[in-house]
């Protein structure tokens, strides 16, 4: 399932502490810094990005855009890649 983080928070990778969830990439959400995908992070309100686990990073290069949120809280739309 996909977090939301700004790029100062970052994630954390599986096995640390009690993180199970493997992010491997950060993708912009859509809307770049006027974006509505806030960090996640209960004291922070900067623009977030979202990180994918690897079969959502799949996802993301075949087309995927839109990703469920840890918990289903939420959903959020990814973005077009920077070329």
Do not use: Q
């Not at 700004?6 to 912009?28: K, S």
């Not at 309100?45 to 990703?67: C, M, N, Q």
């Amino acid at each position: 399932m996909a977090i939301v983080r700004c790029r100062e928070h970052g994630v954390r990778h599986a096995g640390e502490g009690h993180f199970t969830h493997d992010y491997i990439r950060g993708v912009p959400a859509l809307g770049g810094d006027m974006t509505a995908a806030i960090c996640g992070r209960p004291s922070c309100e900067r623009p977030g990005t979202i990180w994918l686990e690897k079969h959502e990073s799949d996802a993301y290069d075949r087309g995927t855009r839109v990703f469920d949120l840890l918990r289903n809280r939420a959903k959020v739309r990814a973005a077009d890649p920077l070329n």
